[in-house]
C-alpha cells in the first residue's frame, strides 16, 4: 500500500537546467509534505517542506509546489548543479502522524 | 551541535543471532522514529517514540522486532533471532515536536546496515 509514489526511479539532467522531480500521493489527509535528498552511505537530509495550506514554497534554487486538487507534488532545481546528483525522496503526513516516503528518484546532474 | 548518531554503522550478524541499533537524537529532540530501507526500495516507516513510550509501531513486524527510548541513553531497535530478509539499511530520525505548527523535520542519522549471514 504505497500512498506516496514516485514513479520515475531516475531521471538525467544537464547542468545549469531545470530538474523536475514528481511525487504523487493517494491520501487526501495528508497536510504537510517533505523532500529529502540522500546520498549514497548516508542518511537522508531534509531540503525543503511545504504545508498544504500553501501551494509554492521556495528556498534559492529550490521551489517544491502542491496541486491539492491533482494530490501532487513536485520539486523544482535550478539550475542544477553536478552536487545535486543524489536520490530524492519525497514524504507526507497526516496531522503530524508518521511520514510515508516514497521510493525515491535518483538524479543525475551532467557536467 | 551534534546530528542524530548510529552505532554501529555497519552491523554483521549470523542467522539466529540477535541485532541491536543504537541511535542517539538531536540534542533537544524528543522525538524518535525508525525506518528501513530495503535493496531497491524506499524508507519504510517501522516506529515512532517518545520518551519511555512507544507512540506508533503500526509499521514494525508483529514477532522479533522490539523498540524502546529510556529515559536516559540511546533509543534501541532490537532484531531477534535475525533472518537474510532483515539485511537492510536502517535509518533513525529525531525531531523537535509533531505539532502542525512550526516545522516538525525528522534530522536522519547516517544509517546502520544491518547483513545477516
Known amino acids: 500500500d504505497q500512498q506516496v509514489k514516485q514513479n520515475s526511479p531516475s531521471l538525467s539532467v544537464q547542468e545549469g537546467r531545470i530538474s523536475i522531480l514528481n511525487c504523487d500521493y493517494t491520501?487526501?489527509?495528508?497536510?504537510?509534505f517533505l523532500w529529502y535528498k540522500k546520498y549514497p552511505a548516508e542518511g537522508p537530509t531534509f531540503l525543503i517542506s511545504?504545508?498544504?495550506?500553501?501551494d509554492k514554497n521556495e528556498d534559492g534554487r529550490f521551489t517544491v509546489f502542491l496541486n491539492k486538487s491533482a494530490k501532487h507534488l513536485s520539486l523544482h532545481i535550478v539550475p542544477s548543479q553536478p552536487g545535486d546528483s543524489a536520490v530524492y525522496f519525497c514524504a507526507a503526513s497526516a496531522a503530524g502522524n508518521q511520514f510515508y516516503f516514497g521510493t525515491g528518484t535518483s538524479l543525475t546532474v551532467i557536467p | 551541535n551534534a546530528g542524530v548518531m548510529q552505532n554501529p554503522r555497519h552491523l554483521v550478524r549470523r542467522r539466529g543471532q540477535e541485532a541491536r541499533l543504537r541511535c542517539s537524537p538531536m540534542k533537544g529532540h524528543s522525538h524518535v522514529y525508525w525506518y528501513r530501507q530495503l535493496p531497491e526500495e524506499g524508507l519504510k516507516f517501522m516506529v515512532y517514540l517518545q520518551k519511555e513510550n512507544i507512540i506508533d509501531e503500526s509499521g514494525m513486524p508483529k514477532e522479533r522486532f522490539s523498540a524502546e527510548f529510556p529515559k536516559e541513553g540511546p533509543s534501541i531497535l532490537r532484531i531477534q533471532q535475525v533472518v537474510r530478509g532483515d539485511s537492510a539499511a536502517y535509518f533513525c530520525a529525531s525531531s523537535l515536536s509533531l505539532n502542525g505548527q512550526g516545522s516538525f523535520e525528522q534530522y536522519f542519522g547516517p544509517g546502520t546496515r544491518l547483513t545477516v549471514t
Open positions: 491520501n487526501s489527509m495528508f497536510d504537510y
Open positions: 511545504i504545508s498544504s495550506i500553501k
